[in-house]
């Protein structure tokens, strides 16, 4: 089960970009690479999924370079409601994988 | 998307209750699913798989006896909490990957689970 290893907190203000990195320096050839986030009493929510390169969608980019062996995720103009605690993890995506949790991220937005 | 549905999101009981949460697939088959514990200011640590028509496989150090799951249909796993004590409680929230290629793994709301 490849590791992740993230910044225990980051600090940021509204409306600045947001990157955090993770690094998987044993991340296998099928593993992929998700990103969550999560609210206080909530369950891990879906942010963004990628292979390699750049993916991007409606809320975030995920940079990843060609080694694999990091990726950041990119949080374009934060807001107060972003603060939230991210977690980055590698896996395949067949349904009888178990994904194993970091630390994660603890992201604080200022005003 | 994907929706995975836990029930109840809160409990609170008294110590030696039995406590059954209840996770469902709402759009989607899973013939797999996780539950996970989360104590105040820690990560999620991942407690067993649940298989359908299959026993559970237990994470290392997680009682199978105390923690019973039952994986009786393609969208419905159980976890019950037997004889629970104070220790037990915690936050516990399950997951499923939705079917088709490259689906994510997506988490219910968790259940908030209080033993007096």
């Known amino acids: 089960l490849a590791k992740t290893t993230q910044p225990i907190s980051m600090d940021s203000y509204e409306g600045q970009e947001v990157n955090i990195t993770c690094s998987h320096n044993n991340i296998a050839t099928n593993d992929y690479i998700t990103w969550y986030q999560q609210f206080p009493s909530q369950g891990p929510r879906f942010i963004i999924q990628?292979?390699?390169t750049k993916v991007t969608n409606e809320v975030a980019s995920l940079f990843i370079p060609a080694d694999r062996k990091s990726s950041t995720l990119s949080l374009p103009r934060v807001s107060l409601s972003d603060t939230a605690v991210y977690y980055c993890?590698?896996?395949?995506?067949?349904?009888?994988?178990?994904?194993?949790f970091g630390s994660g991220t603890r992201l604080l937005v200022r005003p | 998307g994907a929706v995975v549905s836990q029930h109840p999101s809160r409990v609170i009981c008294k110590s030696g209750t039995s406590v059954k949460i209840e996770c469902r697939s709402l759009d989607f088959q899973a013939t797999t699913m996780f539950w996970y514990r989360q104590f105040p200011k820690q990560s999620l640590m991942l407690m067993a798989t649940s298989n359908e028509g299959s026993k559970a496989t237990y994470e290392q150090g997680v009682e199978k006896d105390k923690f019973l799951i039952n994986h009786a249909s393609l969208t419905l796993s159980t976890l019950t909490v037997t004889s629970a004590h104070p220790e037990d409680s915690s936050f516990y929230i399950c997951?499923?990957?939705?079917?088709?290629?490259?689906?994510?793994?997506?988490f219910g709301d968790g259940t908030r689970l209080s033993i007096l």
């Open positions: 990628g292979y390699k």
């Open positions: 997951s499923a990957r939705g079917t088709g290629p490259d689906q994510p793994q997506h």
């Open positions: 993890l590698v896996g395949r995506m067949d349904s009888s994988y178990k994904l194993i």
